[in-house]
């Protein structure tokens, strides 16, 4: 495609689509990662969904929060669609902090995965293990849901530094409004 000759319209398609084939590639790069040994990972999906959503609107967040809740339940042998509510929750949330509340920045990042990941290993250890009074829940909780979530916390610094230059390069510049334009 030949970006010199677009317009505007053709240019902000283009780069939506290359920037949502590049976080498609992502999401699947983290669903292989989580795969991989058998280890106590980090669960890459969070913070990756929270640095999508920083700059996304809440639709494309919430389908990408069902899609990513989808492969951690394929993942991780959960049940189908148990983690797509949480994920669908914690993405909409980010979207609608980032939007109103919150500056796009690393730091802001880490805190909020630390949260999140948080509030979704402490569901998970609830709904799966402490809610059945299975023996050794304290053992899972202690030497599989805390690394968990502190690896993913650790995790979500490579994952901002690779998703902030996509969104620099291929999220559209704001376009002044006639009155913006006309103080110049």
């Known amino acids: ?10 240019k902000i398609r283009y780069y939506a689509a290359v920037r949502w084939t590049i976080y498609i590639l992502l999401v699947f790069a983290s669903a292989v990662l989580m795969n991989v040994g058998r280890s106590v990972k ?25 899609a990513c ?9 959960r049940i189908f669609g148990y983690s797509s509510v949480i994920i669908i929750a914690i993405c909409v949330t980010s979207v609608l902090l980032f939007k109103h509340l919150l500056f796009q920045n690393i730091l802001n990042i880490i805190w909020l995965t630390a949260v999140f990941s948080s509030v979704y290993q402490l569901l998970d250890y609830f709904f799966m293990y402490a ?14 849901s805390l690394p968990s979530i502190l690896y993913t916390v650790i995790a979500s610094v490579p994952i901002y530094l ?10 559209p510049k704001k376009s002044k409004i006639a009155e913006e334009a006309m103080k110049l």
């Open 162 to 171: 690779l998703v902030k230059p996509v969104q620099k390069r291929f999220y």
């Open 131 to 144: 809610m059945w009074d299975y023996e050794g829940t304290g053992y899972v909780f202690r030497h599989i």
């Open 42 to 66: 980090p669960i890459y999906f969070i913070p990756l969904c929270i640095c999508i959503c920083m700059i996304e609107g809440e639709y494309p967040a919430a389908v990408l929060g069902g």
């Open 1 to 10: 495609m030949d970006l010199k000759n677009a317009t505007r319209l053709q």
């Open 69 to 77: 809740g989808l492969l951690i339940d394929a993942t991780c042998g």
